[in-house]
């Protein structure tokens, strides 16, 4: 139940295109659901984040779509670059008892072809 | 503002062998995590520390462990050191907050190598 399903395991996009990664949890308690980004030689860093309580938010060319019924989520980055080539994580966590754990996704190989 | 500072880098060792690893967190930053990010098994939850008491613990053997000190600052532990154990260990720090996810900022990892 702690799992989040991440998909495709690999795209490749063109320059300009919009890249779609996304992601499904099965536990209700995740109540936060960060976006990483993690280039090689790098840890992840944070992207984007949202909280159940809001069904899209975007920053930039970089949005996430939630679906709370579904239980799914999803990232979109518009007007993709080769500079957006990277790993990319989606996670979950819940904020009940005093746990902080992000459970991650299996992440998706990112390819922006110039 | 100083980001996460993980040491080493870069660790070389062999099968029984222990090892430290350390990790300073932004400036103000209480809650210290450890990950193992594997290929195969991706990125996986190892513990959490608060107020230099472990908060919460994933699921991994006992050689590991962790410890956090008076200035967040915290180290991680791994004793008879076996091949699989060959991962990056990343740390991440945040902002503590009883009521809402704080987000967790990743140091670049310790890349650790058993021979």
């Known amino acids: 139940q702690q799992q989040v399903k991440q998909s495709p395991q690999s795209l490749i996009v063109q320059k300009g295109g919009i890249s779609i990664i996304n992601c499904a949890y099965e536990?209700?308690?995740?109540?936060?659901f960060p976006w990483y980004q993690q280039f090689p030689g790098k840890g992840p860093a944070l992207l984007i984040a949202i909280r159940p309580d809001v069904s899209e938010k975007k920053e930039g060319r970089f949005t996430i779509s939630f679906n709370k019924s579904a239980k799914q989520f999803s990232l979109h980055i518009m007007d993709s670059q080769p500079g957006d080539s990277a790993t990319y994580f989606c996670a979950a966590s819940s904020t009940s008892g005093s746990a902080r754990q992000l459970t991650f996704g299996s992440g998706t190989q990112l390819t922006v072809l110039p | 503002k100083a980001g996460v500072t993980q040491t080493p880098r870069y660790l070389i060792k062999t099968r029984g062998q222990q090892v430290t690893l350390s990790c300073s967190p932004i400036?103000?930053?209480?809650?210290v995590s450890w990950y193992q990010q594997t290929p195969g098994q991706g990125l996986q939850f190892l513990f959490e520390y608060f107020s230099e008491t472990q908060r919460n613990k994933g699921n991994f053997p006992g050689r590991f462990s962790g410890r956090q000190f008076s200035n967040s600052r915290s180290e991680m532990n791994v004793s008879t050191l076996e091949l699989g154990d060959s991962a990056l260990y990343l740390c991440?720090?945040?902002?503590?907050?009883?009521?809402?996810?704080?987000?967790?900022?990743f140091g670049d990892g310790t890349r650790l190598s058993i021979l």
């Open positions: 536990n209700t308690a995740f109540d936060y």
């Open positions: 991440a720090s945040s902002w503590d907050s009883d009521s809402r996810n704080q987000p967790q900022h």
């Open positions: 400036s103000g930053h209480r809650s």
